[in-house]
C-alpha cells in the first residue's frame, strides 16, 4: 500500500463522514457533555491551579492524576515509549509506508496533561496511516515559560532526526489549546519550511483576556472557564506579550514564516474569536489556512470523551490535511 492509496481512501472516507453528520448532532452532544460534568469542576481546578502558583502542588497534583489514566488503544496500534518523554503512535498496516510523522504537544492549560490524556487521539490519527509522536513537557507553575517550550522543541528536533529511523517523510506539529499554543510557538522557533504542516485545536493565541465577544459569552459553563484560563496565564508566565507566549503578538514576518495550518475551533468557546483573528491574520500574510468552526461544540473534545462526532471530524480533518501536505 503506498501514501496516495492512503490519501485516497482517507479522503473518500472524510467525504462520507463529513456530509453525515448534522449540526444539531454537535449541539446534542455537547449539551450532554456539559451536563455530565462534575458540579463545581471548573472553580476546583482554577483553585488548584492558584494553590499551586503559592506553592502547594497537593490539589493540581491530583488533578493531573485524574487525567493521566492511558486509554484503551485500537487494534492494529501500538505505543512504544521512547523515554519517559516521547512515545510514538504506529498502526501495523503501514509498517512497511513511509509515513509523515505529527509531533504532537496535550493541553491542559500548561498545567496539566500527558501524553496519556492525548493518546486517544494521537492512536485515532495514526489509524488514518500518520505516524504520531506525543510529547510530555514540563508542567507549570514549577516549570514556568519557556521550560515547557524548551521540551517542545527538543522533541521537534528529535523527530526530525528521526525521519530515516522511524521511515517517515517530514515532520507537521500539532496541539489543541495549550499545546496548539506551544505547537506555534515551536514552530516559529525553526526555520521556514522545517515542517510540513500545523493541526491547532482551539489553540490559545493570547495568553490574557482578551475581552471579545466570545470570552464574555461562553467565560463559564462551556468546559473552558475564563477564571481557569487566567489562572493557567499566571502559572504559566508573566511574560504575556512575548510571541512566544501569545503568537497573536508576533511580528508579521514570523507569523509569515509558518507552514500551512489547519484550525479548529469549539463554537461556544472563550478562544473562539482569538483563534478566528489568528487566522484572519494569517490568511492576509499569505500562510495557507484551512479553518472549520465546529458548530455548537465546546472545549475538550479533542482530550476528554463526550462530544464523539466533533473527536471525529477532527480525527479525519487533522489525518487528511497532514497526509496531503
Known amino acids: 500500500m503506498n501514501r496516495s492509496i492512503i490519501i485516497i481512501s482517507l479522503l473518500f472516507s472524510f467525504f462520507i463522514r463529513l456530509h453525515a453528520v448534522d449540526d444539531s448532532i454537535y449541539r446534542d452532544e455537547a449539551k450532554r457533555f456539559l451536563s455530565s460534568m462534575p458540579e463545581n469542576l471548573q472553580n476546583i481546578q482554577t483553585e488548584a491551579v492558584r494553590r499551586a502558583i503559592a506553592g502547594d502542588c497537593k490539589a493540581l497534583d491530583a488533578v493531573r492524576n485524574s487525567r493521566n489514566v492511558p486509554p484503551e488503544l485500537p487494534d492494529g496500534v501500538s505505543r512504544i515509549d521512547i523515554n519517559d518523554t516521547l512515545a510514538l503512535f504506529r498502526d501495523s498496516r503501514y509498517k512497511d509506508v513511509v509515513t509523515p510523522l505529527l509531533v504532537y504537544f496535550h493541553g491542559g492549560g500548561w498545567t496539566f496533561g500527558s501524553i496519556n490524556s492525548c493518546s486517544r487521539y494521537c492512536a485515532a490519527v495514526a489509524s488514518s496511516g500518520v505516524t504520531v509522536l506525543a510529547v510530555n513537557y514540563r508542567l507549570a507553575p514549577e516549570h514556568g515559560f519557556p521550560a515547557g517550550l524548551d521540551d517542545c522543541i527538543y522533541a521537534a528536533k528529535v523527530a526530525i532526526d528521526s525521519l530515516g529511523k522511524w521511515n517517515c517523510s517530514s515532520?507537521?506539529?500539532?496541539?489543541?489549546?495549550?499545546?496548539?499554543?506551544?505547537a506555534i510557538a515551536t514552530a516559529m522557533s525553526f526555520p521556514a519550511d522545517?515542517?510540513?504542516?500545523?493541526?491547532?485545536?482551539?489553540?490559545?493565541?493570547?495568553?490574557?483576556?482578551?475581552?471579545?465577544?466570545?470570552?464574555?459569552?461562553?467565560?463559564s459553563g462551556y468546559g473552558l472557564d475564563s477564571g481557569l484560563m487566567l489562572a493557567f496565564n499566571d502559572a504559566y508566565t508573566t511574560d504575556v506579550h512575548n510571541p512566544l507566549v501569545s503568537p497573536a503578538c508576533a511580528a508579521d514576518h514570523l507569523l509569515s514564516m509558518l507552514p500551512p495550518v489547519l484550525m479548529i475551533s469549539a463554537d461556544h468557546d472563550i478562544l473562539k474569536c482569538q483563534g478566528n483573528e489568528f487566522v484572519m491574520r494569517l490568511k492576509e500574510l499569505a500562510v495557507e489556512v484551512e479553518y472549520r468552526v465546529i458548530p455548537s461544540t465546546v472545549h475538550l473534545f479533542i482530550t476528554v470523551p463526550g462530544q464523539p462526532s466533533a473527536f471525529r471530524e477532527s480525527v479525519e480533518r487533522s489525518s487528511r490535511f497532514i497526509l496531503s501536505h
Open 171 to 182: 515532520v507537521a506539529l500539532g496541539g489543541d489549546s495549550s499545546g496548539g499554543n506551544l
Open 194 to 219: 522545517t515542517f510540513s504542516s500545523i493541526v491547532l485545536f482551539y489553540p490559545v493565541t493570547k495568553a490574557f483576556a482578551d475581552n471579545s465577544p466570545g470570552w464574555e459569552k461562553y467565560g
